[in-house]
């Protein structure tokens, strides 16, 4: 109860204090040793799916915190007459001892806890800047009047690859719209759409369409082994580090003489009032023309450039030479 | 869903609208949801509110979110209630109309790890959605202070603490069946503790079961732990259910799943004690119902917790089973001690009451709105 000067937060402290010292006098009797409240936390732990996979730092460092405190209290529970008597004279005889002896392990444990808990903290502000800075992937842009089977730049890619050896890959290839054109063309294409859903709706039952990741697929690609690759709606709203790291991919993917087409929006497209999301959205935003020959020259390609009649797209094609500088 | 007409000939009010990412019943946001639409209406200005999803009990509530550009409007003001991650997000952050963040905390990533990746990876997104969202608001609102450090911390300009409204009369009427049988088992003796939470890992149930496993062993085998709410984490619920088997249990744990506002009532009315050792909580609706039953409360002092609780609970400082057995034992056998909770409870639920919470946040919506 509250004392005449007491407040309610003074009051409550005083009743936690005396909860602490139950807690003290409880353990110290052996009514509930330290070790079976860190069993019980094993016990629950059996049924985690954190602790069988070398669990989450948190946890551990809960397991740790556990274990750092050595009860030096021996229980003298005993199921033999007298047992429990003999058990507590000999608590009493060697406790100097082992309290001498627990002193030590639990204060080298407990600095192992504490360098723990910094590392942790550590880690946690490391993840939180890193999650501050974090870039999101730049999404799949496409505009319905120039990704469309009709669409002014497929003949052109038709005829761009229709001399190459080797298998094309179209990403993102959507339902497969440019595949159909490519193979109707005589070109052996498979497509790569990395978004959910679409190559499910493909109304071309025959083609190779694959639901992954571009990245992904360039990655699991051996080297050398495609005849040509063309990207749509892929290059428009990446990152610098994006594009690098795509036409990383792809040029470890092409022989020499191999064929890159990449088919962007404008920098008009980007800019007009019915602009897709994206262009607000995007952490980029797409090149100019001139750029691309540019950093298709630089891998050792050889760039023509064929602008869409509204000015709204273009297309780049390139042929790699025969050395092709390695990824960097 | 009906809106009341404008009063008299005058220009028509202007529109404060709600977006929810699911408006369920029996849910804090949900509850918060509908509650603070009456409190808008009756401020005078037109408000409804737009749901992702909606459950049945409330599908004349609300209108889908993407019919909003049909009752959209000059001058319309937005308030986004934020508690997961939805595409209500991605939406509200193409439009140009005024926004205010009502936020009402995401539980982390880290807590759903290793059990529910799906879980992890929507918590994941949330916390993103939120910095995409948090420097557009023209006012965040958050329900204790630490939610609001949160609202601060990821780029809100302007913030303000606006408590969860609240409907605690809705518990006025226990089920008399569930009661029947709740006051059967007290009967038998033994004391009766309570939790209310969705059965997930961060709400930690595993601890409240290792702390009467304690309070077993240390003052006898008579105490009775009731868990309600539903049970999203399939993979937790069966752990938990296995553990209480393993620790010998089974009759002293009951795991109701959801229950109807008149069952939770009486759930309340038969507790001795209403103990939480979640780990992470942003405000704690159910201490404030077990305040208004007279129930004494026992919570590990996380999160916004402390600031809901005032000093109307016995807040612990770590969740050790014997230091959480010995703090409930205290709490049933000093008389002084529970009425000292259960007055301060009584007071607390008073200055958390629905008219003042209501009056707060209509208060901090005018500040954007105008009156």
Redesign the interface.
């Known amino acids: 109860?509250?004392t005449g000067s007491e407040d309610?937060?003074a009051?409550?402290e005083r009743?936690?204090a005396?909860?602490?010292d139950?807690?003290r006098q409880?353990?110290a009797a052996g009514?509930?040793p330290v070790r079976?409240?860190r069993e019980?936390?094993e016990?629950?732990l059996e049924?985690?799916?954190?602790a069988g996979?070398g669990?989450?730092l948190?946890e551990q460092l809960r397991m740790v915190d556990a274990a750092a405190f050595i009860d030096p209290v021996v229980p003298v529970e005993s199921t033999k007459s007298g047992g429990a008597a003999v058990k507590k004279t000999l608590r009493s005889l060697s406790m100097w001892y082992v309290g001498y002896v627990t002193g030590q392990v639990s204060q080298f444990a407990s600095a192992v806890s504490k360098t723990l808990h910094l590392l942790d903290e550590q880690v946690r502000a490391l993840s939180a800047q890193l999650?501050?800075q974090?870039v999101?992937p730049a999404e799949i842009v496409e505009l319905p009047a120039v990704h469309a089977p009709d669409a002014w730049w497929v003949k052109e890619v038709v005829t761009a690859f229709g001399t190459v050896e080797g298998r094309v890959l179209h990403a993102a290839a959507g339902s497969g719209w440019l595949v159909g054109a490519l193979v109707d063309g005589g070109v052996d294409a498979y497509g790569v759409e990395p978004r959910p859903g679409l190559v499910g709706e493909a109304e071309f039952g025959s083609l190779d369409l694959r639901e992954e990741g571009i990245l992904a697929h360039l990655r699991a690609v051996e080297p050398a082994a495609l005849g040509g690759v063309v990207l749509s709606g892929v290059v428009d709203g990446m990152s610098h580090g994006e594009r690098e790291q795509l036409l990383d991919l792809v040029v470890e993917a092409l022989p020499p003489g191999g064929v890159l087409a990449v088919h962007s929006l404008s920098g008009a497209a980007w800019e007009a009032p019915d602009a897709p999301?994206e262009a607000d959205l995007s952490t980029g935003h797409p090149l100019r023309p001139a750029t691309w020959v540019h950093l298709l020259g630089r891998m050792g390609g050889t760039a023509r450039v064929a602008e869409g009649p509204t000015g709204l797209d273009y297309l780049v094609v390139a042929t790699l030479g025969d050395s092709v500088p390695p990824p960097r | 869903m009906t809106e009341p007409a404008a009063p008299g000939p005058g220009p028509r009010p202007r529109a404060v609208h709600q977006f929810v990412p699911a408006l369920i019943p029996r849910d804090a946001t949900g509850s918060h949801t509908l509650l603070l639409r009456e409190a808008l209406r009756a401020a005078g200005w037109r408000s409804e509110i737009f749901a992702e999803a909606t459950h049945d009990e409330l599908l004349d509530e609300s209108i889908p979110v993407e019919d909003y550009d049909q009752h959209a409007a000059p001058g319309d003001v937005l308030v986004y209630q934020f508690s997961t991650s939805s595409v209500v997000a991605e939406v509200l952050a193409?439009r140009s109309e005024p926004l205010i963040l009502d936020y009402h905390n995401v539980t982390g990533p880290?807590h759903y790890?290793?059990?529910e990746p799906a879980t992890a990876r929507r918590a994941a997104a949330a916390?993103?959605q939120l910095?995409l969202l948090a420097p557009r608001a023209v006012l965040g609102l958050a329900d204790s202070a630490f939610n609001e450090r949160d609202l601060v911390a990821a780029g809100c300009r302007r913030t303000a603490v606006v408590p969860v409204l609240v409907d605690l009369d809705r518990l006025a009427d226990p089920d008399p069946r569930v009661a029947r049988r709740l006051a059967a088992r007290k009967a038998e003796g033994g004391s009766d503790w309570l939790f209310v939470g969705r059965l997930v890992p961060s709400k930690a149930q595993?601890q409240l079961v290792?702390a009467l496993?304690?309070h077993h062993?240390?003052y006898g085998p008579t105490a009775r732990l009731h868990l309600v709410g539903s049970a999203p984490s399939g993979?937790y619920l069966?752990?938990l259910r296995?553990?209480v088997v393993?620790?010998g249990l089974e009759a002293a744990v009951r795991i109701t799943g959801e229950v109807s506002d008149a069952a939770l009532a009486a759930y309340y009315a038969a507790a001795d004690v209403y103990v939480s050792l979640s780990v992470h909580e942003g405000f704690g609706v159910p201490l404030l119902e077990a305040m208004r039953s007279g129930v004494p409360v026992v919570a590990l002092a996380t999160g916004g917790l402390p600031s809901t609780a005032g000093?109307a609970a016995?807040?612990?400082?770590d969740d050790?089973?014997?230091?959480v057995a010995?703090?409930v034992e205290?709490v049933l056998t000093?008389q002084?001690?529970r009425e000292?909770l259960v007055a301060?409870g009584r007071e607390r639920i008073s200055a958390l009451s629905l008219e003042e919470s209501g009056r707060i946040a209509v208060a901090a919506v005018a500040s954007v709105v105008g009156p």
């Open positions: 109860m509250t309610d937060a009051y409550l009743v936690l005396e909860i602490d139950e807690v409880r353990r009514d509930l079976l409240e019980l936390d016990l629950f049924y985690s799916p954190v996979r669990g989450g948190a999650d501050s974090h999101v999301p | 193409a880290e790890e290793g059990w916390q993103q910095r595993h290792k496993w304690a062993r240390l993979r069966a752990a296995s553990f393993d620790l000093t016995l807040l612990l400082a050790e089973p014997s230091r010995a703090a205290r000093d002084s001690l000292h301060a």
